[in-house]
């Protein structure tokens, strides 16, 4: 593997040394002996591994990892110091670095090191590289089933217009990624999507985040703070189970999508915002008007264009497909490759009701993905099914999930700690806490 590496050290015998070894392994080798310079050459040239020393002349070595991971993420950088300290060595985790080594303690694992880093940042520039190709739009909505078909196309139309847009269903069928399709396919997609849960929050404090508040409006309130309506101006508010909002503030929402203005709290002046509705909700709002749950003025403003979307259980033709996909999302994630699927892994899902639906079926590929064995997935990997000897409470149990995760992770690293805790995005001391919890020594 070929690489373009840097070495940041003003010691400069240690400089010509580490020169030599890394030249001797076929990479292209530059060397500073400021961070200045170094700064300079990383804008000349393109790097991917950079060796640096913690105490430079002219910076610390642990905080201008900050500043090359900012302008340059796709490099990985190794520190170096000749002075081990704990202190150092987690900020330096924290900021960003790939690992810290002690000069003479950790010589001879410098370039197995480079090796791996050089992988991580082949890693990196494929993560750049799906940002940048990042799936928008109606192409989010996967499934080729005539039910979902006709959702989606319902949505295609109603996004070219400015109507407000209810989506129905039951929970994890997909109505914020429709929500976010409409949004792409209109006019207003150069402004703002924001979105909000609407069961999340209390009423004082969804009224806060929906309308923004002035300073001093209530207890907590210790500065202005915007609205997500006010956010939304100009874009699309999607609120997520609108059936759980409070009777008194459908009330108000009546009045901003019937006049455009509304009142922040602790407020007295009137404020406007000009915004798209796309609403959500498992409920049946007819029957929540009967129990005066549900304002009925207010449905029949929401309810301009309805579009139902099928339960995972009248779309199993879709399952495949849906199943493919996580299956590649999360391979990525885990870092894993060569994985094999097996034929009863399918026929397995198709088994179940997914009452959670897509949400459901998510969760269940990536809970495989971390039980499974060799790279297997197969019928024994789906936790919901497996004959393993675990009790169901346990398998299913936050605790138990994470153990074996971390076990995995491990396994993946084959025992580097400090590479196991980037790739868990937790502190090299939260991992250390987790292996005693879990007794994984």
């Known amino acids: 593997m070929s690489g373009n590496i840097l070495i940041i050290d003003d010691e400069i015998k240690l400089l010509k040394l580490l020169g030599m070894i890394l030249s001797q392994e ?89 090796y791996k880093a050089l992988e991580k940042v082949q890693d990196n520039k494929s993560k750049i590289v799906q940002k940048t190709n990042v ?19 319902l949505a295609e139309k109603v996004a070219l217009t400015d109507a407000a847009v209810l989506l129905t269903g ?42 923004g508040h002035k300073q001093g409006a209530f207890t907590g309130a210790v500065k202005d703070k915007k609205g997500l309506i006010e956010e939304a101006n100009g874009g699309t508010l999607f609120l997520d189970e609108i059936g759980e909002m409070p009777i008194e503030l459908q009330a108000k929402l009546l009045r901003v999508l019937e006049t455009g203005e509304f009142i922040k709290m602790g407020e007295t002046k009137v404020s406007r915002s000009d915004f798209r509705l796309i609403a959500a909700t498992n409920r049946d709002l007819e029957e929540e008007i009967k129990h005066g749950h549900f304002r009925e003025d207010l449905y029949f403003r929401l309810n301009v264009f309805e579009i139902h979307l099928p339960p995972l259980r009248e779309r199993k033709e879709d399952l495949k497909i849906l199943a493919k996909n996580f299956i590649d999302i999360f391979s990525r994630k885990l870092h894993l490759s060569s994985l094999e699927v097996n034929p009863d892994y399918f026929k397995t899902l198709e088994k179940n009701d997914w ?61 580097n700690k400090a590479e196991a805790a980037r790739l868990l995005e937790i502190g090299i001391a939260t991992l250390y806490r987790k292996l005693e919890e879990y007794g994984l020594r």
């Open 26 to 114: 076929n990479f292209n080798v530059k060397e500073a002996s400021t961070a200045r310079s170094a700064m300079t050459m990383l804008e000349q040239h393109p790097f991917d591994v950079v060796l640096s020393d913690v105490r430079l002349p002219d910076a610390f070595g642990v905080e201008l990892v900050r500043s090359i991971k900012t302008k340059y993420p796709h490099l990985e950088i190794i520190l170096m110091t000749a002075f081990g300290n704990i202190t150092d060595a987690v900020q330096s985790m924290k900021n960003g670095a790939y690992d810290y080594l002690v000069k003479g303690d950790d010589n001879e694992k410098i370039i197995p090191l480079v």
């Open 135 to 153: 799936v928008k739009g109606f192409g989010q909505i996967i499934g080729t089933s005539p039910l979902i078909l006709q959702s989606k196309k």
């Open 170 to 211: 039951e929970t994890g069928t997909g109505k914020e990624v429709f929500a976010n399709a409409i949004h792409e396919g209109s006019e207003r997609k150069k402004n703002n999507f924001v979105a909000i849960n609407c069961s999340a929050f209390s009423r004082e404090i969804l009224e806060s985040e929906l309308f």
């Open 355 to 415: 009452k959670g639906n897509i949400r459901e079926l998510r969760n269940a590929v990536e809970r495989s993905l971390i039980l499974m064995e060799d790279n297997i997935l197969d019928a024994g990997s789906l936790p919901h099914y497996s004959d393993k000897a675990v009790p169901e409470s346990d398998s299913l149990s936050i605790r138990y999930l994470e153990k074996i995760h971390i076990q995995k992770v491990l396994q993946y690293t084959k025992g």
